[in-house]
């Protein structure tokens, strides 16, 4: 099924009040006629008729199914994203990812874009160079509710044709902030052009997609990403003395060394109640 434009009529992002919300809302305007912004957060309100902003629970199945009335794709940024609970991460990460998904089957949505995390992988050694199809080593309860929404995207595809881009985002930050992200870095400017090539691809599919710019040392093959156009042009390498100078090297018997999704294989636990 193809469903790509050059430019995208509707779109929703949800969990437009965080960080990579705030940017994208941003660089996605001169590929997107409008744009639907949703969070429990509070959002810069919209600044003309081009924007509109819905506060919804993703926990909220009606709300949900509201959101994505008469839109014609879905960025699917809303939910916790960094170590919590099981607890925490059900509502917003687990049940929100069904409902979006269900929502885009009711409403003949065509396309969801979900941001997905290297952490559903966190538990492969560092150095050890993975490809999207590897074996999912959830580091936690938020790298498990996106190895949870991965499969449902692979089951309403299958089983209803919605599109999706799995994106498996590494460290997407102004600048990588330790050694660890001279690995894992995804400028802003990539990741717009990363959500941009999910929106024209003219065959989707359901494709897993590693979300990291051209850094010198990777643990991610990243030659799927050529099926959807995605080329990215930044490096960490111009931080490398920079966060080299600032930090030390880790024993090599620490966690955070060792495996690929750093302090996140050591969080937690935390106990219900």
């Not at 506060?55 to 909220?60: G, K, N, R, T, Y």
């Not at 042009?233 to 920079?242: C, I, Q, V």
């Amino acid at each position: 099924m193809t469903n790509a434009v050059e430019k995208t009529d509707h779109l929703l992002i949800t969990g437009a009040a965080g960080a990579l919300g705030q940017v994208l809302r941003q660089k996605l305007k001169p590929y997107v006629q409008s744009m639907r912004l949703s969070d429990i957060a509070p959002m810069a309100p919209a600044a003309d008729d081009y924007e509109e902003t819905v506060i919804c629970d993703l926990a909220d199945k009606a709300g949900v199914n509201a959101l994505c009335r008469g839109m014609d794709a879905v960025l699917h940024l809303g939910g916790i994203s960094v170590e919590h609970s099981f607890e925490d991460v059900l509502g917003p990460n687990i049940v929100g990812a069904y409902h979006i998904y269900e929502a885009a089957r009711r409403n003949n949505v065509p396309r969801v874009i979900f941001a997905s995390s290297n952490h559903v992988v966190g538990f492969h050694p560092q150095g050890e160079l993975l490809q999207t199809d590897c074996a999912r080593r959830p580091d936690g309860c938020y790298g498990l509710s996106k190895s949870f929404g991965e499969d449902v995207a692979r089951f309403y595809f299958d089983r209803y044709g919605i599109e999706s881009a799995c994106l498996r985002i590494g460290s997407a930050f102004p600048e990588p902030k330790d050694r660890r992200m001279l690995m894992t870095w995804l400028s802003f400017a990539d990741l717009a052009e990363l959500v941009r090539c999910c929106l024209v691809a003219p065959d989707l599919g359901c494709t897993v997609v590693w979300g990291v710019s051209a850094n010198r040392d990777v643990w991610w093959d990243n030659a799927g990403a050529a099926k959807i156009g995605f080329q990215p042009k930044d490096s960490s390498e111009p931080f490398r003395a920079k966060v080299e100078a600032a930090q030390p090297p880790l024993p090599d018997d620490d966690p955070v060394k060792r495996f690929q999704g750093g302090a996140f294989v050591k969080a937690g636990p935390y106990p219900a109640g």
